[in-house]
Nanobody, 120 residues
Framework: QVQLVESGGGLVQAGGSLRLSCVASGSIFRINAMGWYRQAPGKQRELVATITGSDRTNYADSVKGRFTISRDNDKNTLYLQMNSLKPEDTAGYYC??????????????WGQGTQVTVSS
């Protein structure tokens, strides 16, 4: 099993920045892909960004150029730096971990989420 704990969410004005963190523990040797997803009220969960063991990253078009995913392997921590935040970025943000299948990240474990609210 892998446990994921997110932190760093909060309330910020439009144009501001936040950095989310996700600490992984447990059987992390199985993991070679991690990512951030978000879900707004009344909407489906959507991909924000993923990163693989070879540091290949992928971003949703809506966040490209504003968000950056990164990780610190020594700290078993995944980050999401969010800049130029918009009200439409308001959502619960979830950390996920898994492995690549045919080169594509496949998430198996999920955190409890952290709320990000962007005011206009």
């Amino acid at each position: 099993q892998v446990q994921l704990v997110e932190s760093g969410g909060g309330l910020v004005q439009a144009g501001g920045s936040l950095r989310l963190s996700c600490v992984a523990s447990g059987s992390i040797f199985r993991i070679n892909a991690m990512g951030w997803y978000r879900q707004a009220p009344g909407k489906q969960r959507e991909l924000v960004a993923t990163i693989t063991g070879s540091d290949r990253t992928n971003y949703a078009d809506s966040v490209k150029g504003r968000f950056t995913i990164s990780r610190d392997n020594d700290k078993n921590t995944l980050y999401l730096q969010m800049n130029s935040l918009k009200p439409e970025d308001t959502a619960g943000y979830y950390c996920a971990a898994g492995w690549t299948v045919l080169g594509l990240p496949t998430m198996r474990y999920w955190g409890q989420g952290t709320q990000v609210t962007v005011s206009s």
